[in-house]
Antibody
């Protein structure tokens, strides 16, 4: 059974650093992309970026480039989302998601999310 | 501003059909058949309802269907039920470096 298990809720102060995790199981972790999605209170889903654990190729949405770091450790089937200096506006629910890669005739395409993690609530408050 | 455009809200009465649109460009929705739709009830993680434009995962009601015309994809919910009241989001593969784009979401209200 495919599962994405996210780390628990976090309460942090502005300026602190944070790294949350997403552990994949039940499939070959290095063969699928992992994406991160932000959902601020009462708002919609925002695509933050993705990583391919097989070679750590990472891509960021323009709004999140330079604001967060996405990484992965394939030896423990875990992807990470990291902040170096949190702001109150980073308070949100964060979801990780698995995306299959489809390759045909020399071209590869990313399919939509097929599995979601349960979410990690991050609260940043002084 | 989201890369894919969805209406903020759509409503319908029980038993009716509603359609949610998701408009992109030839670099995403119009260029590839990798549009997905997700349902999210308050306080829960999103759920995949449609993938590859029109395919339903196992367990998803056949009242949900997807289609695409040009740069616009659509999700149709037929026989609207109270449990369908939720937020719906679309996503698509994009040829840009980000590889994936999302819509801003549509709130479905069952009257």
């Amino acid at each position: 059974e495919v599962q994405l298990e996210q780390s628990g809720a976090e309460v942090k102060k502005p300026g602190e650093s944070l790294k949350i995790s997403c552990k994949g199981s039940g499939y070959n972790f290095t063969s699928y992309w992992i994406g991160w999605v932000r959902q601020m209170p009462g708002k919609g889903l925002e695509w933050m970026g993705i990583i391919y654990p097989g070679d750590s190729d990472s891509r960021y949405s323009p709004s999140f480039q330079g604001q967060v770091t996405i990484s992965a450790d394939k030896s423990i089937s875990t992807a990470y989302l990291q902040w170096s200096s949190l702001k109150a506006s980073d308070s949100a629910m964060y979801y990780c998601a698995r995306l299959p890669l489809y390759c045909s005739r020399g071209s590869c395409f990313l399919k939509g999310v097929d599995y979601w993690g349960q979410g990690t609530l991050v609260t940043v408050s002084s | 501003q989201s890369a894919l455009t969805q209406p903020a809200s759509v409503s319908g009465s029980p038993g009716q059909s509603i359609t949610i649109s998701c408009t992109g460009t030839s670099s995403d929705v119009g260029g590839y058949n990798y549009v997905s739709w997700y349902q999210q009830h308050p306080g829960t993680a999103p759920k995949v309802m449609i993938y590859d434009v029109s395919n339903r995962p196992s367990g998803v009601s056949n009242r949900f269907s997807g289609s695409k015309s040009g740069n616009t994809a659509s999700l149709t919910i037929s026989g609207l039920q109270a449990e369908d009241e939720a937020d719906y989001y679309c996503s698509s593969y994009t040829s840009s470096r980000t590889l994936v784009v999302f819509g801003g979401g549509t709130k479905v209200t069952v009257l």
